[in-house]
């Protein structure tokens, strides 16, 4: 239901290419944050017209977000709501993806109280009616033109012959370094050796976060990752990461599941170069 | 008649198998009798010339019995009697072979070779006479008088010619020979199984030879001199072997080219040899172009996990040498080692070469074996020496445990071993120095957040925009303040090409439909459309009346379009458009469109009753999609539409104006 041509519809409709509102306006703006899972579409929405306006808070309109790929997908979003999460089973987004959004009605609407017509329908606006899941506005289009990974430098590794446990984590002020107690724990030479160091990557990881909830919990088993004000380079890193993939508590039940939704499949991977050298 | 094939007469027969290296060589395949060949030949070099040795390998077709000595050969293989099922078998099938006349052979001919000496002596047991040690002798392998050369010669067991035997369906191979003052004779083997013919009681093996009766009652064998034309014919210095009744089994031209890579891929690059299969060149110059073809071998290197030729040849071309020397207690052996440590590689091996340029072994480190490294190891005289006498009969391996020689034995445990540490530091120290033990991790692809990227898309397209010029297709944007979606790079902003691509490529599908159903030249969202579609408009409009005509896409912000209750009111401004407001009338074309941007045909007559012109409510004859000779009025139409009953209210729709 992207209208990318211009379709005249038997009713004036809101949109960037037609003058049936010769003043009022409906564009979108569009962010995207994810996580293992999911995506956020996060929006700020420009709608000019108060008369479509108070149809959406009366709920006798409804905003429709459309994603377009191969096919049109269609999520319905509350009136109040500033992001929408679609699971990324859901749809796949490439540099051809398009999004727009959409006003429908939720039942016949009249548009005797329209006042914002050109004159032409403005005329006969006691006898225009929009059936039931009619179209009301269209946005502009949003062409969604992929993505850019930042990697994070988080992790060190140290080779520490003396050491007097086989590996050691510690948590320095800007990363998390691995000690080793000799190379053949790094796995050197092996194929996809840098995988094969997830495990240690995973042990970091929960002892980064462990010491974060200690760090910011105040006392409490738990963290607010929104009233937390990271005091060093790791913990910033950290919270910014946590913050990208959408994770709202951390506390000291849910760091397995926090460090799956953070990473990209970290053990998955590791048991596929396992799997690798076996083979 | 004097017999041609000759087999020494036995009391009785004891032996009922076949001579049991024929088996070891068969299982080895086309690569096996290849790999012999060749080495002979570069064993039997003309080092008074400086050229490479040429081997030339054909294999096709014969009549049998073009064969020498074919019905004595059909004689004795058809009084083969089985002991065995396994020899039954085998017998079976010689039996059966011989039923074809055109039967298949292969030669292996080489140049630039001494050939074989002394044929004249006939059998004469004297290490020089090397004919008679190949014609008539197994296991006897002839000693060069240079003592170095000896050491870098390939064979040693002095089996390897029967490596050709097996190669054909009744173990039978000739060989014809040119020695250097131009004599030409031609021998040949069989190897059966001890048996009876006749009266008598034969030994396995028999000899294509002439016989020569000595005075004290004992025999001589003599070779024959080659009065042979065609496939046995040697007339060059050097030795030509034939092999009838070649196996289906082993012919196949791209294994043998790549047994040839395989085995002597330093022999070839080196220019010590070049081989030509069928006519194929395999050269220095050629080499690579077999490795890189992957008809060939795997191009990944992550692949290389059987076959590691292209490895090696990138090896030993790229790398620099480092010498090592490795111990084998008693005394040192210095090599030459290219070195490439890689981690794609998945199966680290080393080739050991001698220095005639053959392969002996893909030589596994012990607990390094999927190290990502891959490395070539040549030495010199003294090493090819000694690592001659760690081979096996068919010169596959070093790890021989059958030298009997208890401090011998000791001390090619040691050698070996010796070699494994040295290449394990060798190893190390390149995993070390491209893992650096200390560092950032890398975890670029399991830690990191993402940066989208979204770009609005311009949607501000107005006005009219010319799709059809008359007989010439084009289009233009044609008013000065009216931008059609696709045109905007001029905005500066030139991101809608993408998806304005696609709505064109399914909308222009969609249009050629309606066409089709008369649509006259309409199509595309005027965007530009491939030029197939252009043609197809053309084409149409040729068949219509809108020859001279100019079509335009007309778009919403010029029509303002209204269903109320039984009547829908249409209308389109033209009155800021150059191509059509001073025009007096023009037609209209109707479309359907979707939600997708595709478009469909729409018949008028089946859905309006009646079309007036809203301010003269003069009345226009209704034609399937397109409304002819409608008046403008100021740049202006203005239409009243009275609906069928089976009317969609819910359509959309696009408009096309032709002036």
Redesign the interface.
């Known amino acids: 239901?992207?209208?990318?041509?211009?379709?005249?519809?038997?009713?004036?409709v809101l949109?960037?290419?037609?003058?049936?509102y010769p003043l009022a306006e409906f564009?979108i703006?569009?962010?995207?944050?994810?996580n293992v899972d999911t995506y956020r579409f996060s929006f700020t929405m420009n709608l000019t017209s108060t008369f479509i306006k108070n149809l959406l808070s009366a709920g006798k309109a409804e905003l429709i977000l459309v994603v377009q790929s191969r096919d049109?997908k269609f999520f319905k979003i509350n009136s109040t709501d500033s992001y929408i999460e679609i699971p990324k089973t859901r749809i796949s987004l490439t540099?051809?993806t398009?999004?727009q959004m959409y006003i429908q009605t939720t039942e016949e609407v009249s548009f005797t109280d329209n006042n914002e017509m050109?004159e032409?329908?403005s005329q006969?606006k006691q006898?225009?009616v929009v059936?039931k899941h009619?179209v009301l506005a269209m946005s502009?289009?949003?062409?969604?033109?992929?993505?850019?990974?930042?990697?994070?430098?988080?992790?060190?590794?140290?080779?520490d012959p003396d050491l007097s446990s086989d590996i050691k984590i510690e948590l320095g002020p800007e990363?998390i370094i691995?000690h080793?107690k000799s190379?053949d724990l790094?796995f050197?030479?092996?194929?996809r050796?840098?995988?094969l160091?997830?495990s240690y990557?995973y042990i970091g990881l929960r002892t980064a976060l462990q010491q974060f909830i200690y760090r910011y919990g105040e006392g409490e088993e738990y963290v607010e990752l929104s009233e937390v004000e990271p005091e060093n380079a790791l913990d910033t890193k950290l919270y910014?990461?946590m913050g990208?993939?959408m994770i709202r508590e951390l506390n000291i039940h849910n760091v397995d599941e926090v460090i799956y939704a953070?990473?990209?499949?970290?053990i998955e991977?590791f048991a596929s170069a396992v799997k690798g050298?076996v083979s | 008649m004097t017999k041609q094939m000759q087999f020494t007469k036995i009391s009785n027969i004891e032996e009922c198998n076949f001579h049991p290296v024929l088996q070891d060589f068969y299982s080895m395949g086309i690569s096996g009798i290849t790999g012999e060949n060749i080495q002979n030949s570069l064993d039997g070099k003309n080092r008074a010339l400086n050229e490479p040795v040429i081997v030339k390998i054909i294999f096709g077709t014969m009549g049998k019995q073009d064969i020498p000595a074919i019905d004595e050969i059909e004689a004795h293989v058809n009084s083969l009697v089985g002991q065995s099922e396994y020899t039954s078998e085998q017998i079976e099938h010689m039996k059966k072979a011989l039923q074809n006349d055109e039967i298949k052979y292969i030669s292996f001919e080489d140049e630039n070779t001494k050939g074989l000496a002394g044929a004249k002596n006939g059998q004469s047991n004297n290490s020089v006479d090397t004919f008679g040690i190949y014609a008539y002798s197994k296991g006897f392998h002839a000693v060069e008088s240079d003592q170095q050369y000896e050491s870098a010669r390939g064979g040693s067991h002095g089996i390897g010619k029967i490596a050709s035997n097996s190669a054909s369906d009744l173990n039978l191979m000739f060989f014809a020979n040119c020695d250097k003052f131009g004599n030409q004779h031609i021998g040949g083997t069989i190897q059966l199984v001890e048996h009876r013919s006749g009266d008598h009681c034969y030994r396995a093996t028999g000899y294509f030879t002439d016989v020569e009766h000595l005075e004290n009652g004992m025999t001589r064998y003599i070779p024959f001199e080659n009065s042979y034309d065609g496939v046995f014919n040697k007339n060059t210095v050097g030795l030509k072997i034939v092999i009838p009744f070649f196996r289906d089994e082993f012919a196949d031209e791209t294994q043998i080219i790549k047994s040839i890579c395989d085995r002597f891929a330093l022999a070839l690059l080196e220019n010590n040899l070049v081989v030509y299969v069928n006519g194929k060149e395999i050269s220095k110059n050629t080499i690579e172009k077999f490795i890189n073809d992957p008809q060939y071998y795997p191009q990944e290197t992550g692949q290389m996990k059987k076959e590691f030729t292209p490895l090696y040849v990138q090896t030993y071309l790229q790398q620099e040498p480092i010498d090592i020397t490795v111990s084998n207690s008693h005394q040192d052996y210095e090599f030459k080692l290219y070195f490439t440590y890689n981690?794609e590689i998945?199966k680290g091996r080393m080739a050991i070469f001698r220095t005639v340029g053959m392969k002996i072994e893909d030589f596994k480190v012990h607990g390094y074996a999927?190290?990502?490294f891959n490395a070539v190891l040549i030495g010199g005289v003294e090493e090819d020496k000694y690592l001659k006498s760690l081979e096996d009969p068919s010169h596959t391996t070093i790890m021989n445990s059958k030298i009997k020689d208890p401090s011998l034995k000791k001390r090619a445990d040691k050698f070996i071993r010796n070699l494994q540490q040295k290449l394990r530091e060798i190893?190390?120290e390149h995993?070390?120095a491209n893992?650096p033990?200390?560092?950032?991790?890398?975890?670029?692809?399991?830690?990191?957040?993402?940066?989208?990227?979204?770009?609005?898309?311009?949607?501000?397209?107005?006005g009219t925009v010319r799709i059809k010029s008359g007989k010439k297709v084009t289009q233009t944007k044609i008013t000065g303040g009216t931008k059609k979606?696709g045109s905007d790079k001029q905005t500066g902003e030139g991101?809608?090409d993408?998806?304005?691509k696609?709505?064109v490529g399914k909308?222009g599908r969609k249009g050629t439909e309606a066409r089709g159903q008369g649509i006259g030249g309409v199509g595309g969202?005027g965007k530009q459309g491939d030029s197939l579609k252009r043609k197809k408009q053309k084409e149409k409009a040729t068949n219509e009346d809108s020859e001279s005509k100019e079509v335009y896409s007309v778009?919403?912000?010029l029509?303002?379009?209204?269903?109320?209750?039984k009547k829908?009111l249409l209308?389109f401004h033209f009155d800021n458009q150059e191509a059509v407001k001073d025009a007096r009338n023009c037609n209209i074309s109707f479309a359907i469109?979707d939600?997708?941007?595709e478009e469909y045909s729409f018949d008028l007559s089946k859905n309006y009753s009646e079309i007036l012109d809203q301010r003269t409510k003069k009345a226009y004859s209704i034609q399937r999609s397109k409304l002819k000779d409608v008046e403008v009025i100021n740049g202006k139409i203005q239409l009243e539409m009275a609906l069928q009953n089976n009317y969609n209210?819910?359509?959309?729709?696009?408009?096309y104006v032709e002036v």
């Open positions: 239901m992207i209208y990318k041509k211009d379709a005249n519809f038997p009713y004036p949109s960037n290419s037609s003058t049936s564009t703006d569009l962010s995207l944050n994810e049109n540099n051809r398009t999004i050109d032409f329908y006969f006898d225009i059936p009619g502009d289009i949003v062409l969604f033109e992929g993505v850019k990974n930042e990697s994070l430098d988080l992790f060190e590794k140290k080779l990363t691995i080793y190379t790094q050197n030479g092996l194929q050796n840098t995988t160091n997830n990557v910014v990461l990208k993939k953070i990473s990209d499949r970290i991977k050298l | 981690e998945t999927t190290k990502p190893i190390d995993m070390n893992n033990v200390d560092g950032a991790i890398d975890t670029s692809d399991i830690l990191y957040t993402i940066e989208s990227e979204f770009m609005k898309q311009l949607e501000k397209a107005m979606k991101n809608d993408e998806g304005g696609t709505g909308g969202t778009k919403s912000n029509v303002q379009r209204l269903i109320l209750g829908e209308n469109v939600g997708m941007g209210r819910a359509l959309k729709f696009v408009y």
